[in-house]
């Protein structure tokens, strides 16, 4: 158990729809970081957050939207669904923020199915 | 971003060292080598990381090449719960972990 929450495990929707994917990191851990990971493209990172504030932003659609909220817990929102959203989205917490030298301790996922 | 290059896929026996290569010859001096594992169905899970000397924790080593090029995670005893993809990340500064395709070890009983 790493400590980070992640809720729903599964989620199955239709295209065109709206989900919200929620993340409670371990205690004590100020940066959260979200994951996408598919059959074709792997792990991609989407973004991260310290402390509240948005510090890097990687893959992320602009029909994906995320933010971190005063008591450290994250939510991405995935809107307009296509059936290509459909994958593993792994969130991630650490003690600090930039530099990343340290250690990130991932979720078990939520899976999202795209019908 | 500096890149890793790793086999595709690894065998090992049970009960055996396994070694698990990783190359990366345009590392800077500020990089971090970092190995994460995912095993199947599960998040990723971090192992080891190391600077320039090799390291040790519970889970692994991590042996250095002395020019940092290069780098081989070692797992002293492989058991079936290591079968797992195994990624070799170089981090510095305030770049996120960029995870690469890995390396899948497979472990036979």
Known sequence: DSGVTQTPKHLIT???QRVTLRCSPRSGDLSVYWYQQSLD????????????????????LERFSAQQFPDLHSELNLSSLE?????????ASSVAGPPNTGELFFGEGSRLTVL | DAKTTQPNSMESNEEEPVHLPCNHSTISGTDYIHWYRQLPSQGPEYVIHGLTSNVNNRMASLAIAEDRKSSTLILHRATLRDAAVYYCILISGNTPLVFGKGTRLSVIA
């Open chain 1, 14 to 16: 239709a295209t065109g």
């Open chain 1, 41 to 60: 493209q792997g792990l991609q990172f989407l973004i991260q957050y310290y402390n509240g504030e948005e510090r890097a932003k990687g893959n992320i």
């Open chain 1, 83 to 91: 059936l290509g959203d459909s994958a593993l989205y792994f969130c």
